[in-house]
């Protein structure tokens, strides 16, 4: 079993930076691909970014890209999110999940990002 936990969400204006992490505990981290996925109010769960076990393969949504890096520490048992050059409409509570492409076996609870403009 493993558990996720973001964190790293908070209130930022247009033009600002915000890192995100997903912290997750057991053993077996390291052998799961790690996703980021978001969430607006009123709309469907997107995906955000993907990078897989050892950090070799990354891709992103086109909305993000040039903006956003993943990252992960395995020895830390935790992925990165660096969220730069933020927009309001990146407005949305950002999930991490283990696993993908197609299905992800464990999610965090989520971390609300807010981007003002």
């Known amino acids: 079993q493993v558990q996720l936990v973001e964190s790293g969400g908070g209130l930022v204006q247009a033009g600002g930076s915000l890192r995100l992490s997903c912290a997750a505990s057991?053993?077996?981290?390291?052998?799961?691909?790690v996703g980021w996925f978001r969430q607006a109010p009123g709309k469907e769960r997107a995906f955000v970014a993907r990078i897989s076990r050892s950090g070799g393969l990354i891709t992103y949504a086109d909305s993000v890209k040039g903006r956003f890096t993943i990252s992960r520490d395995n020895a830390k048992n935790t992925v990165y999110l660096q969220m730069n050059s933020l927009k309001p409409e990146d407005t949305a509570v950002y999930y991490c999940a283990l696993g993908g492409p197609d299905s992800y076996d464990y999610w965090g609870q989520g971390t609300q990002v807010t981007v003002s403009s």
């Open positions: 057991g053993r077996r981290f390291s052998s799961y691909a």
